[in-house]
């Protein structure tokens, strides 16, 4: 048990500002990274008619055979989803399906930042679903469209 905790506090620590945790059940988050985002910064400032990069390294608890990533944005309390150009994380994303249990993964995504979202400060919520539609990661970025 103990061992557990240790282990959640250290990969909170590894996480930069802008990230928390919102319920990764099935795997444990070593890191996340948003092109164009400093580990420093409270925030991340994604351009609006340009593209961003996430990148997720994680650890499945056990193998997991479908990852399914959904993404939402936040904005008052209110989710509204954002399209991906590819929701499944298995294909084009850097995951090979399927995940082994104990072994560190990256999924990483392009996501276009559209021109035509409004220029407002918004939680991203992304969640990468296992087979059974559980959350093995789920994370909170904290964002300003611009």
């Not at 420093?40 to 609006?48: D, G, H, N, S, V």
């Not at 929701?87 to 850097?94: I, L, M, Q």
């Amino acid at each position: 048990m103990l061992f557990f905790v240790l282990l959640t506090v250290f990969a909170a620590s590894a996480n930069a500002k802008f990230v928390k945790d919102c319920g990764s059940a099935q795997a444990s988050v070593q890191s996340v990274q948003v092109s164009g985002c400093t580990e420093a910064a409270k925030e991340c400032i994604l351009k609006r008619n340009t593209n961003a990069t996430f990148s997720i390294e994680f650890t499945p608890m056990s193998s997991v055979t479908e990852v399914q990533a959904i993404v939402h944005g936040v904005i008052m309390n209110l989710p509204v989803p954002f399209p991906l150009p590819q929701p499944d994380a298995c294909k084009d994303n850097g995951l090979t399906c399927p995940l082994p249990a104990g072994k560190p993964v990256k999924y990483q995504t392009t996501m276009p930042i559209l021109k035509s979202y409004p220029k407002v400060k918004v939680d991203v919520k992304w969640e990468l679903k296992d087979e059974n539609s559980e959350d093995l990661v789920c994370v909170m970025i904290a964002a300003r469209l611009q």
